[in-house]
Every structure is written in C-alpha cells, then in structure tokens.
C-alpha cells in the first residue's frame, strides 16, 4: 500500500492473504476461465473472445447494445461492463444521464502501479516445487521486491512446471514505447526487457541459487502488456487506487445512471480478484435484487 493513502481495510485484506497464504490453481488459472465459461454455456450462454467492443450504444434513455472491432452489433437490455471504467465511459455513446463531471471525475482518479512479470519454463525433473508464496524485499536496486510462485504441479510430480515472478513497475519506465502495440515493440524494447528479468533472475539467485540452471525458456509481460490486453490506464495492475482521505469518490456505484448500464470488476470497490469476485456479487444483486440473489446463495451452501 501507499503510507497515509491505502485505506487499513485494504491493508488488512491483503496482509490476511499473504498470512494465510495466497491460494494458486492446480492446471493455472486458466482453469478458472474454463470452469466459468461451462457454466455460462449450461445455462444457455455464449463466450465470444477476440472480439473488443468499441462503442456502447444508446438510444432513447437508455443502453441498446454494444458494437465489436467486427462490426457486429450484440442487441441487449444490459450491459454489464468489467473494463476498467474510464475505459467504459470513453466506450460509452454520449448522453445526458450520464454527467460529463462524473466522466471527468473518474478519469482524473489515481490508478495503482503496474506489474512487471517473470514467466519461467522450468526443465522437466529440475526444480522442486515449493509450496508457498515467497515475498523478498531486500535493498535499493531497481529490483528491490518480488513475489515468486510456483504453480502446482501435475499430480503425482514434485517438481515446479511454472514459476513466476512479479515485481512492481511503474508506466514512466516504459513510457518511451508508449505508442507501440504488444509484438510490434522494437528491439530496444526486447533488449530493455531483457535487462529486467536479468535483474530480477540475480535478485533471487540468493534464495533460490538453482533456479537459474534449471530454466527452459522465459517470458516477461511488462505494464504495456498489461494495458494492451486489458485495457487499464498505464496497465494498473489494481485499478483505481482506494484512498482513504476521499473513500467515496474512489467507490463507484455499479448501477450507473443510464438504464442497463452496469459496472463490475476491481475498480469499483475493492482491489484484486477478491474484490472483482465481491463486486460481481453486487452488481448481480443490483440486477437481479438482493433478496433474490441472497436466497438463491443460501439456498445452494
Ligand atoms: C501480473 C499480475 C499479477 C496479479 N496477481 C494478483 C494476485 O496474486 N492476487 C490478486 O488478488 N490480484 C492479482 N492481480 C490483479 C488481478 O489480476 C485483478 O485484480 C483482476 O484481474 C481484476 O479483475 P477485473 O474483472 O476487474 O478486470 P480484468 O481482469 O482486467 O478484466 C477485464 C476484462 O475486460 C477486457 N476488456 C477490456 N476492454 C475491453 C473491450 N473494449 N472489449 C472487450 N473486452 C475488453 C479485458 O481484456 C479483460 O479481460 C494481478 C495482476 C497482474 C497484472
């Protein structure tokens, strides 16, 4: 957190899951997505990927659907938006419910920093697999903190698959490719890149003096990464950073004042995935009614 800026809730949250442990996905977290989109397609849904929307559209008073990078125009009586919301609003149609203040309101909130991340291959039978978190922080070098974890191996193996590594970042150290697309970033940018995860594979040699050796291959995502698949400002890892000296302006309601436009995601109440998980319960009580969803919820614990 951020001294005399982080709420202590925040704080709390965060320490809680580092003491208890952070939980991690035996298969990655893809198996999360899979899971999710069987559910959605048990009861009668569709997933498109690869396709962005570009325009939120409204008509009368109220939203009418949304237009994607094909063209293609997805009727409907709700939008339920989990981009971060500057994103939304610069998507949204123009209209007189939602106040151009508001707009600009959220727009000039402060993001959190951005993440740049360490992907390791490791060599199949190398590398034990740990099972924890480890967080070092040590000295005042570039590279002076890091969160390293091991995704669980295939049942039966011992040995670590995947290991990954996440520093903070921040956007000006990447500002200078800015106006560059992921793939398409120039050799500067790999070389740049390359120095990074150099940094960063020294920093832990000290605790893990075999990780080095037993690497196959390696990827790094920086914050442009980020922001280029996800679509945060500057590639904020957590969205609107909380403040605790104006609370309520860095909470966003998710029924927004346009019928059928609906906000999720961690930006709107708290950060990470708990507060992504948390929002879409209130944003499908919003939808749905509370009392609804809460007997639904009881009823299948
Ligand atoms: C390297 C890294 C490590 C992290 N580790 C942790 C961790 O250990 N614990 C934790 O709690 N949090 C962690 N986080 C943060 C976590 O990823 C976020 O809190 C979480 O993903 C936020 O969920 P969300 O639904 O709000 O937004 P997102 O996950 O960003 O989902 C928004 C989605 O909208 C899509 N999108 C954006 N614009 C458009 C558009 N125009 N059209 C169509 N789709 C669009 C994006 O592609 C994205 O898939 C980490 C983040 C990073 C970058």
């Not at 982080?6 to 965060?14: E, N, R």
């Not at 809680?16 to 559910?39: D, H, I």
């Not at 123009?94 to 959190?112: D, M, T, V, Y």
């Not at 019928?259 to 930006?267: A, E, I």
Request: charged letters at 20%; glycine letters at 6%; aromatic letters at 10%.
């Amino acid at each position: 957190g951020i001294e005399k800026v982080t709420p202590f809730y925040i704080h709390a949250i965060t320490l809680y899951s580092n003491l208890k442990g952070a939980y991690r996905l035996r298969g990655g977290t893809s198996s999360v997505v899979e899971a999710l989109v069987s559910k959605i397609e048990e009861n009668g849904g569709k997933v498109l990927t690869g396709q962005e929307v570009t325009k939120i559209v409204v008509e009368g008073s109220k939203v009418k659907g949304v237009i994607t990078n094909n063209n293609d125009f997805y009727e409907c009586d709700y939008v339920v938006s989990s981009t971060h919301p500057a994103e939304t609003f610069n998507l949204l149609d123009k209209n007189p419910l939602i106040k151009n203040s508001f707009i600009a309101r959220i727009l000039s909130e402060k993001n959190s920093y951005p993440l740049f991340c360490l992907y390791l291959v490791m060599k199949p039978g190398s590398f034990k697999y740990i099972n924890r978190n480890f967080f070092i922080r040590r000295g005042n070098k570039r590279v002076n903190y890091v969160l390293l974890s091991m995704q669980p191996p295939a049942v039966g193996s011992d040995f670590a698959e995947v290991v990954t590594i996440v520093t903070s970042s921040s956007f000006s150290q990447f500002e200078k490719w800015k106006d560059t697309r992921t793939g398409n970033r120039g050799e500067d940018y790999l070389e740049y890149k390359e120095n990074l995860e150099e940094e960063i594979l020294d920093f832990v040699a000290a605790d893990f003096p075999d990780l080095r050796s037993s690497i196959e291959c390696k990827f790094s995502a920086s914050p442009l990464t980020f922001r280029d698949y996800t679509k945060t400002p500057e590639g904020s890892a957590y969205g609107i950073q909380k403040d605790c000296n104006k609370p309520f302006s860095t909470f966003i309601a998710c029924k927004t004042k346009l019928p059928g436009l609906y906000l999720t995601g961690q930006s709107n109440n708290v950060h990470g995935v708990l507060g992504a998980t948390i929002t879409s319960l209130l944003t499908c009580s919003d939808i749905l009614g509370q009392d609804y969803l809460m007997n639904k919820i009881i009823r299948a614990i």
